[in-house]
């Protein structure tokens, strides 16, 4: 299985890129669920809680496409230290209004910014191994490599997190996270050798959401992401019904550890089956997965159950970041990358908020119903728009 992984990492520069691309989005796992743990403990609400995720995220879904095109246009190395540094503040003001008991506005407001500036580091990398590896076999097993560095940051961050703030102090795991996006991020901007060429012409067009099949992958995308934004925050509340809260980074890690296994098992083989046929098939098996989670309530049962319903996280993402880097410019890569992080955004800002309202008016085990009801919405939509994701007869290495 690891056998297509070796030899990924020996182009110069390649590794001090992965390493800070690592440390630059822990803070994507970490965030909301630091957020929901300080700001429910403050406020004794989960609704607050959940709106300010939703508002945050929400902020990432317009600001993401932003700062995509800037780096598409200006390079990763101008746009990253501003944004960076102006995140950093706005979190450290959010928890500052948390600690003075400040008038919710202000952690909304807090919360907006933290959003608006936050970077999709993710598709910044992956732009990076695409200008690598573009047109080569490998880059679907870097992109496999990608996710499963996604969902080992999903596995660690909210253990890390939850210990923190449950076992040390409310604030804590939010400062951690900051440190790891500073650090991440300005050594991602610091390595000139790797980033992406700049485009001084844009592809006709403008933008590549107008591109019908990133637009469905996007819409498909707000509906992962709403699975993804309820189950955080149900999450949270499940295991404190159970009575065992300090257990709900542990959860989440195991929704995120059935992922990585299979992007592992995933990137290492070459598939005769097209990107499209991929794609649903991993739509399919998701929604089947997250069946069962609604029925649960037991918080052993459904660590066992969230680990076998995350087998098609990773499959869903490789296939759907590879039909981007085949449907968008070159010079649109970035930031169609980051339409995708986008869509993922605002679903999880939806599920979030429907979670948490769910959350309060019937419990946390009636709210997990929120996610696989997003699951089979994403499933059909997948369904139904595939056509725009068929790819020209003569295919890139790339696919594998």
Partial sequence: MVGPYR?????????????????????????????????????????????????????????????????????????????????????????????????????????????????????????????????SARLHTAFAFESVVDEVVFVTGPALVTLLATRFNPYMGLVVALVFMLSGCLALAAQRRTQPPVSEVRAAGGTPILIPGIALLSCVYVAMGAVFGSVDLVTVAFAEEQGVKGAAGLLLASFAGGSMISGLWFGSRHWKISLRGRFVRALMVFALGLLPISFIGNAWVMAAALFLAGFAISPTLITGFSLVERLAPPSLLTEGMAWISTALGIGVAIGAWAGGHLTEAAGASAAYVVAPGAAVLALVVGIGGSGLLRLPEAASPAEG
């Fill in 7 to 135: 030899g990924l990492f020996d182009g110069p520069g390649i590794k001090g890129f992965v390493l800070a691309g690592f440390a630059g989005r822990m803070p994507m796992s970490m965030l909301g669920i630091g957020v929901v743990l300080l700001i429910s403990g403050v406020t004794g609400s989960y609704a607050t809680a959940g709106g300010v995720a939703a508002a945050s995220n929400l902020a990432f879904a317009i600001g993401a496409p932003m700062s995509g095109r800037l780096m598409d246009r200006f390079g990763q190395s101008r746009v990253i230290p501003p944004f960076a540094v102006v995140n950093a503040l706005a979190l450290a003001a959010l928890m500052i209004c948390a600690f003075l008991g400040l008038p919710d506005w202000t952690l909304y407001l807090s919360g907006l910014v933290v959003g608006g500036t936050s970077l999709s580091v993710g598709s910044l990398v992956r732009a990076r191994w695409s200008a690598i590896h573009g047109g």
